[in-house]
């Protein structure tokens, strides 16, 4: 695909030619605006990977298979001669193609069978700090804190602002970050409005943060505003923020030069694991990874916010993984001395033991000597008063 290529399907037939594919009208009913536009994307995509909407449906086979997602993947970081928006509005209409035809699409491929609690994978702590250790900057170091802690979506993160932390976050040992429902999935729309995200960051992501922070000051000479984005570019447009395709390319290319797999639904998952470790209720995870709640109509309140803070408190644990257990030397040292110390008494108690051992065994043969030495004398006494009688 380039930019000179001319397409025989635009927006003005684009109609027509889903009419050929009852998939793609299947989605454009789903929607209440732009269908031209929407079908021109489904196009466009259909074109690159060279198949038609039926086979990218077929290519689906189960709920396992990620081959649709890698060719998505792989889409969003090909040159296509297309503008980064323009890729990203394809992306997000493809994949609302495919949630279009879930219904469709489970019943031509079987039963599909999720997982238990408890069964997913998520990279160790080694995996997740070689990531972290592959970083050439402290901006990206401060995106993979962030991303390991929060269950942020990239998506998301390319829209966080200063000003969606608490007012004293800094002096917070776990900050809480509150997200509104444009930010998360479905963007507050239908079933999904007056959904919030409350998340909150572990006390190393923060101090990543922070460092992030201040060498961008000194670097760049930026001096933060409140509603500032917190993620910005550092080479051609300086102070920008990153975009989502920008960040999703970092995330990429951290990867591969550290060898480790790690994407941003990998942190997701990670923060769910470590707060079902501890016992957190699933509505209360839902709250924290920005899922709808049930019954819910309300943002949280202060109370509620804390009690999830104690809760995420109780998973930093399983969360933090960039510091090392640390030794108390002077401990270890007065530790060691004591065991010395008592391993001396054990020594002088065995010698002293054996010792008292012996004395005892001396004193034993002599009550016997003695014993033997006294009825011998009686005896004799007996037999001088038997002779002086006669």
Known sequence: MSPEQKYSITDKNSLQWAQGHSAVLTYLSKINACK????????????????SPEELLAM???????????????????KVGLPDTRKWQIIQKVRGFFRANYKALASGAGKMEYPPGGARNTPPKQKRRLFYESCYNPRDRAIVAVVG????????????RWSHFEEDWQDQEIPHVSLSAGMLK??????????????????????????????????????????????????????????????????????????????????????????????????????????????????????????????????????????????DMERLEEMEQKLSEKDQVIDALAKNGAELKEKVERIEL?????????????????????????
């Open 149 to 160: 802690c929060s269950a942020m979506a990239l998506e998301t993160l390319s829209e966080l």
């Open 36 to 51: 031209e536009r929407a079908a021109t994307d489904i196009y466009l995509f259909s074109e690159w990977t060279g198949k």
């Open 366 to 390: 002599s009550k016997e000597s003695l014993t033997l030495l006294l009825n011998k004398v009686l005896e004799l006494e007996k037999r001088l008063e038997e002779q002086k009688n006669a």
């Open 60 to 78: 689906k086979t189960g709920y396992e298979n990620l081959d649709v997602e890698k060719l998505l993947d792989k889409f969003a970081y090909s």
């Open 186 to 327: 479905g963007h507050g729309q239908g079933k999904y409005r007056g959904v919030r995200q409350e998340t909150f960051l572990t006390p190393e992501a923060k101090r990543v943060l922070l460092e992030y922070r201040n060498w961008y000051t000194k670097t760049f000479g930026r001096d933060w505003a409140e509603d500032d984005y917190v993620f910005l570019q550092t080479k051609r447009g300086i102070g920008e923020p990153l975009s989502y395709l920008q960040i999703a390319k970092i995330m990429r290319k951290l990867s591969k030069r550290s060898g480790v797999t790690w994407r941003s639904h990998d942190g997701r998952r990670i923060v769910q694991t470590a707060l079902e470790s501890v016992g957190t209720s699933s509505n209360w995870i839902k709250k924290i990874k920005g899922r709808k709640v049930s019954g819910e109509d309300a943002p949280y309140s202060r109370p509620a916010i804390e009690q999830l803070r104690q809760k995420y408190r109780e998973a930093l644990p399983e969360l933090e993984f960039l510091s090392e257990p640390t030794v």
